[in-house]
Structures are given as C-alpha cells and as structure tokens.
C-alpha cells in the first residue's frame, strides 16, 4: 500500500449500512471464486495480504502475496474466529467495542477465547440461506485496509454472481 494514500475510514453506523454477504447458497466453488477475486484484487492494488476463504471451518481457499507468511495464520484464523462468532464484519466488532469504551480484550464472555480471537479488520461473515456458511478474511496491512479489500472482493463477487 502507498505510504501516501489515505486508509479508508469506518464508522459503526457506515459497517451496519452495509448488507450482510446473504446468497441463496454457497459452495467450495463458490468459496474459490471469492477467492480468487479477492487475489486478483490484492495483485491490482499491491498489497501485502494473505487472503482466506473458508466454510464451516474448513480452508478452501488461501493465498499470500507481497510480504504476508505464516505469522498472518495466526490472524487470519482469529478474525474469521470472531466474525463468525458475532456473525457480522470482525471491524464492526471492534469499532462497536471501541464506542462503548470497551476494549475486546477486556470483554467478558464464558466462549470468547482471548488468545485466539482478534477483533480486528478484514474478517466478512458469509451466510447461505439465513445460516451463516463462512468467512472471507484478510490480513497483512492495517486493519482498515483488510476490512476495505474484503468487502471489495464480495460487492466483486455479489455483482459477478447477480451479472
């Protein structure tokens, strides 16, 4: 990412605006074409991001460009963690957290595992008929960022897929 391109900016009400990932139905192919999308965006823009796609905890797609390596598992993994256990975007979790004065580390909660989940940017929750199926996650650049390139790759995908 250029040192002089201003990060995008969020705010809660801007993230709950937006629509939820919602498809009538969501395969492993359907995960790799997210995927792949959300590669060719990170190629176009050169950026350093591991992407993943993933459906009912299982990888199907995950690729690493620029500078990103198995220390982006760690956060890939735990910003999915917390998409899908709030099933919105992991950003808004944190931006909502943020206007209570609550920090995520400190939040109270028997199933909240501290050590792995990270509310952080560049987790999207992916529902198929009502049901939350997956997640499509990124990291490697500040978090806005993340949030910003994954959001891009499902309108991508959304529009592709209503074409």
């Known amino acids: 990412m250029s040192d002089s391109a201003p990060l995008p900016e969020f705010t809660v009400a801007g993230l709950e605006a937006v629509p939820s990932l919602e498809l009538a139905s969501f395969s492993k192919e359907d995960a790799y ?10 190629r176009a823009r050169g950026l350093n991001l591991a992407v993943d796609v993933v459906i009912d905890d299982d990888l199907v797609f995950r690729a690493k460009f620029g500078g990103t390596g198995v220390g ?16 919105v975007p992991s950003l808004l979790v944190r931006l909502r957290l943020e206007a209570e004065g609550t920090p995520f580390e400190e939040l109270q909660d028997p ?3 501290h050590d792995v989940m990270k509310a952080h940017g560049g987790s999207i929750p ?5 049901v939350l199926v997956g997640t ?8 806005v960022v993340d949030h910003q390139t994954a959001a891009d790759a499902v309108e991508a995908y959304r529009a592709r897929r209503q074409g």
């Open 72 to 87: 982006n598992d760690e956060w890939l993994e735990g910003k999915a963690a917390v998409a899908s256990y709030f099933g």
């Open 126 to 130: 992916i529902f198929a008929d009502g």
């Open 111 to 113: 199933n909240i595992d």
């Open 33 to 42: 074409e997210l995927g792949v999308i959300a590669a060719e965006l990170i």
């Open 136 to 143: 499509i996650t990124t990291s490697g650049e500040p978090d």
